[in-house]
Nanobody, 124 residues
Framework: QLQLVESGGGLVRPGGSLRLSCAAS????????IGWFRQAPGKEREGVSC????????NYADSVKGRFTISRNNAKNTVYLQMNSLKPEDTAVYYC?????????????????WGQGTLVTVSS
């Protein structure tokens, strides 16, 4: 069964940084595009960023461009989302998802599996 596990969420002050991780233990992520999504209270889930299987393509939603960086370490079977200059409006549950076929802008073409989410709270 394809399953992803996110970690790294927490409480951070505005302007601070967090790094989220998305890992798989039972299979390799090498052939999958990985996307990060978020869902704020009372809002729909939205795409944040996507990275191709090789890491050669990375895309970002306008709301996070220049502040967030997606990367992957296939040797560690992990994808990261470095979040800098965090704002209160970044508060959400963050999910990673995987799919074959690359990125369609800042979400994977396909969504074959999801993680359970990790909560990020930006507050003073």
């Amino acid at each position: 069964q394809l399953q992803l596990v996110e970690s790294g969420g927490g409480l951070v002050r505005p302007g601070g940084s967090l790094r989220l991780s998305c890992a798989a233990s039972a299979f390799t992520l090498d052939y999958y595009a990985i996307g990060w999504f978020r869902q704020a209270p009372g809002k729909e889930r939205e795409g944040v960023s996507c990275i191709s299987s090789t890491g050669g393509t990375t895309n970002y939603a306008d709301s996070v461009k220049g502040r967030f960086t997606i990367s992957r370490n296939n040797a560690k079977n992990t994808v990261y989302l470095q979040m800098n200059s965090l704002k209160p409006e970044d508060t959400a549950v963050y999910y990673c998802a995987m799919g074959i076929g690359g990125c369609s802008n800042y979400v994977p073409f396909r969504l074959d599996a999801w993680g359970q989410g990790t909560l990020v709270t930006v507050s003073s």
